[in-house]
């Protein structure tokens, strides 16, 4: 028998474990870290080595070097909202503040790459019938999954199903055209026609006429907890102090899910988006709950402690009615915090303290931030919730998220009890359930599909 046609598993082996394996590893271990969704043979990988030995190595690590980009931005954009180009410069000088961990995993993955391309640069002189085979295995898995096991209900900030061979760099162009390119870029009503009515308006509506101010807080991650102990004692703080001045109040739970702005909609102006190109509002945002108010007498201030620059939130929050609007941009701040780039929520009861006490009606909305996953140790300033309580590891992503739950509580706690707060009617409610990194502790802590709210008046 002619030895030429016989098939050389042990090169196609190599290719496998060289060329498959590396690239694909790594990415794997960062979703697994994250405990986002990641399919497992990113197909992008099989196009650019093919292309070393068709158009020439050069050719083939550029197009493996956004192989890697795209494949990173899938999954860290689960966590970190990447929504334009400019949100990635945003982030780029930050880089050298994030967690230690995270560093790690940039240059590991520069290091692998410069890597993998001297792999391929090395192994894959020519398009051989090893490289052949593999390639249209891996096409023929790739095209039967997305026939097979479409995954239409994913989106850029939270995959669900991942399939086993597909494609980060189409999933970045579909996803992200049809939850932010196209989000941002759709024409027409960017909201819903059903009704939809938040706990915000219906609290005005039932203390409108009794009450000086209103103060809405969307509290960052805060998700409902499985245990209602668990968050009662996140709480703590704050419900000693409201029962110390003589307040009530109600707790509860609601369906939520979706990005951070999709919640603000929800609780602003009682409505669902169907797309973010909403920098020019104009008269759609009349009826929002800012605008409503602000007829009505009310000083309306919106405080958040990152760029104004994300979401547009420095071109909308106008056309919601908000008067007054401070980000980290606009201000001074004494700190730096890094769950997510920006200020400190620590410091936000002294940003708005002057606004009350006044004759001025007062709405404030404070959108928080450092609960923001990945729930940076270094934004910890003081927490004395003992996690080991619950059974949960001082080391954890989700120790570190209750601490910092419990650290925004007595912030809060410490707002409630300003004598010139009186009269004021208080909620605060989650915008989306939180990331947890361990899967020991998914599903088991902390509702995945619900947020939390509290509701407190002080008289």
């Not at 794997?28 to 399919?39: A, C, D, T």
Request: hydrophobic residues 45%; charged residues 20%; contains cysteine.
């Amino acid at each position: 028998m002619d030895a030429s046609v016989n098939f050389p598993l042990k090169r196609t082996l190599t290719i496998i474990a060289l060329v498959i394996v590396p690239p694909n590893a790594i990415f794997i271990g960062l979703s697994l870290f994250l405990g986002v969704e990641r399919p497992l043979i990113n197909f992008d990988y099989v196009v650019a080595a093919m292309l070393f030995p068709l158009v020439g190595w050069i050719a083939g690590a550029l197009v493996l070097f956004f192989a890697f980009v795209f494949d990173g931005v899938a999954i860290v954009g689960q966590v970190l909202p990447f929504n334009r180009i400019t949100d990635f410069f945003y982030f780029l000088p930050y880089w050298k503040h994030s967690p230690q961990t995270y560093q790690i995993f940039i240059i590991s993955i520069f290091i692998l790459y410069l890597g993998t391309t001297f792999l391929f640069k090395s192994i894959l002189r020519k398009f051989d019938i090893s490289f052949l085979a593999i390639f249209n295995f891996l096409l023929f898995a790739f095209i039967a999954d997305v026939l097979l096991f479409p995954t239409a209900n994913n989106w850029v900030w939270r995959v669900k199903d991942s399939n086993i061979v597909d494609s980060q760099v189409l999933f970045n162009f579909d996803a992200r055209d049809r939850a932010f390119f196209g989000f941002f870029d759709s024409e027409g009503d960017p909201f819903s026609e059903g009704e939809y009515k938040g706990l915000m308006s219906s609290l005005v509506l039932e203390k409108g006429g009794s009450s000086k101010n209103f103060i809405l807080v969307l509290n960052e991650s805060w998700g409902a907890s499985i245990d209602p102990a668990l968050n009662y004692a996140l709480m703590s703080p704050l419900l000693k102090e409201v029962e110390n001045r003589g307040g009530v109040y109600e707790v509860g739970q609601v369906d939520a899910e979706g990005p951070t702005i999709k919640g603000e909609f929800r609780e602003l102006c009682d409505k669902e988006l169907l797309h973010i190109n909403i920098r020019d509002l104009g008269s759609r945002a009349d009826s929002c709950l800012p605008n409503q108010l602000r007829k009505k007498g009310f000083r309306t201030i919106s405080v958040h402690p990152a760029s104004g620059l994300m979401y547009d939130r420095a071109f909308w929050y106008p056309f919601v009615g908000f008067e007054e609007s401070i980000f980290f941009e606009t201000v001074r701040w004494n700190s730096r915090c890094y769950s997510f780039p920006g200020g400190c929520d620590v410091e936000v009861p002294g940003k708005v303290r002057a606004f009350f006490g006044q004759d001025d009606q007062i709405f404030l909305y404070w959108l928080t931030l450092n609960t923001h996953s990945v729930y940076d140790e270094r934004d910890i300033v003081f927490s004395d919730f003992e996690c080991s309580e619950w059974q949960v590891d001082e080391q954890s992503s989700l120790c570190r998220y209750l601490r910092l739950q419990s650290q925004f509580f007595s912030t809060l706690a410490e707002m409630a009890a300003w004598p010139e707060i009186s009269g004021s009617e208080f909620l605060i409610i989650g915008d989306h359930a939180p990331p947890i990194l361990e899967p020991q502790y998914r599903g088991k802590f902390i509702d995945e599909r619900e947020v939390a709210w509290i509701r407190f008046s002080i008289p």
